[in-house]
């Protein structure tokens, strides 16, 4: 087993193995002084994997209340958020008791968001199915719900007692989904540059337990030294910022990992034109995120990123900060003033 250690304010354990999910019981129990768990899932992901890890839960003592919820970004809002703090209370979960988080994003974000309100925060458990949140959104303590005009405007940063990621689940992901993840992984590619980036050069013999391994020592590196969030932390911010902005065009219909392959090309494209990176590192870039089956060039124009791009919660006043790679390995915070952003952005998107 994959052990990674993030010392933050409550230090846990991200374990990396796979078939995890038989034992989520047995590594969870030390860990809780409760035996009552609430199990939130999604349709797809229950079908799945929801009845092995309720049986994983009790074989270790645990009662055990399951929600399922309707799969999708949409369902991280806050009529669903609401439904999931009247579930737990509608359980009497206490303070020693637990939520436990079985999907993807969506899911871990919601449920964690009602771990850290209710009761004024209880204990929650990150079990990842999907690549994108087993690399990013289960680790760091990020929480949130996404509001009507931008994504991720409500939420608070609750750590959780321990992340189980089981690699053997990625294989039921479908192929769309799984690329999405592809975007964040080749994301830490061009932030930390080796050895992630010789990992991926072959998709087809792709090790897929090591390169989650390598994603989340850098996030949690990332994390130790910024836990809030307020400086380095948000260079994993990279291709976000242009990605939030395409996904809330598109009314969601363009998923996160697609907005931010579009967004980490785009990144790069206004940092050769800044002078900061060879002019070769946005194709070589976008040359990776292709061979993943993903998209490099936006849907929109220009123009009609800018409004969606000042509802970003990495605005502040009138600047915005940007993370800019200047080469594999090498990225940097940029505050930018609000008032040069239609013309930074046409150099982002040219061709939009």
């Not at 004024?120 to 079990?127: A, E, K, N, S």
């Not at 400086?231 to 990605?243: A, I, K, V």
């Not at 809330?248 to 998923?255: K, N, W, Y």
Request: charged share 20%; hydrophobic share 45%; net charge negative.
């Amino acid at each position: 087993m994959n052990v990674i250690q993030v010392k933050a304010s409550k230090p846990y354990d991200v374990c990396i193995e796979n078939g995890l999910l038989d034992r989520v019981g047995e590594l969870s129990a030390p860990l809780l002084p409760g035996r009552t768990a609430a199990l939130i899932t999604e349709e797809t992901v229950n079908s799945l994997y929801g009845d092995r890890a309720v049986g994983a839960l009790e074989r270790a003592g645990f009662t055990v209340h399951r929600l399922v919820l309707p799969a999708g970004e949409e369902t991280k809002c806050l009529t669903r958020f609401g439904e999931v703090l009247e579930f737990l209370a509608s359980r009497r979960l206490t303070r020693t008791d637990a939520v436990f988080a079985l999907g993807g994003g969506v899911i871990g974000d919601l449920a964690g968001f009602a771990a850290a309100v209710y009761l004024r925060g209880v204990r929650y458990v990150q079990i990842p199915t999907t690549l994108l949140a087993a690399v990013d959104s289960s680790v760091g303590g990020k929480t949130a719900i996404d509001l009507s005009v931008g994504k991720n405007l409500a939420g608070a940063f609750h750590q959780p007692a321990a992340v189980f990621c089981d690699p053997t689940l990625l294989s039921t992901l479908p192929p769309e989904t799984f690329s999405d993840g592809c975007a964040e992984v080749i994301k830490y590619a061009v932030l930390a540059g080796e050895p992630l980036y010789s990992l991926l050069q072959t998709p087809a013999s792709a090790d897929w337990e090591t390169i989650i391994t390598e994603c989340v020592s850098v996030k949690r590196n990332l994390v130790e030294a910024d836990e809030f969030d307020t400086g380095e932390r948000m260079l994993l911010n990279l291709g976000h910022t242009f990605g939030h902005a395409i996904e809330q065009a598109s009314a969601l219909s363009v998923t996160h990992g697609k907005g931010v392959a579009i967004g980490t090309v785009a990144a790069a494209r206004l940092s050769a034109h800044l002078g900061l990176c060879d002019p070769q590192l946005p194709e070589q870039i976008a040359g990776l995120l292709a061979r993943y089956g993903l998209p490099v060039e936006s849907p929109y124009p220009a123009a009609e990123l800018e409004g969606h791009m000042l509802s970003d919660k990495k605005r502040a006043g009138k600047t915005i900060r940007l993370v800019l790679p200047e080469g594999f390995g090498r990225c940097i915070l940029r505050e930018t003033p609000i008032d040069e952003l239609p013309a930074l952005l046409r150099e982002a998107f040219p061709g939009a």
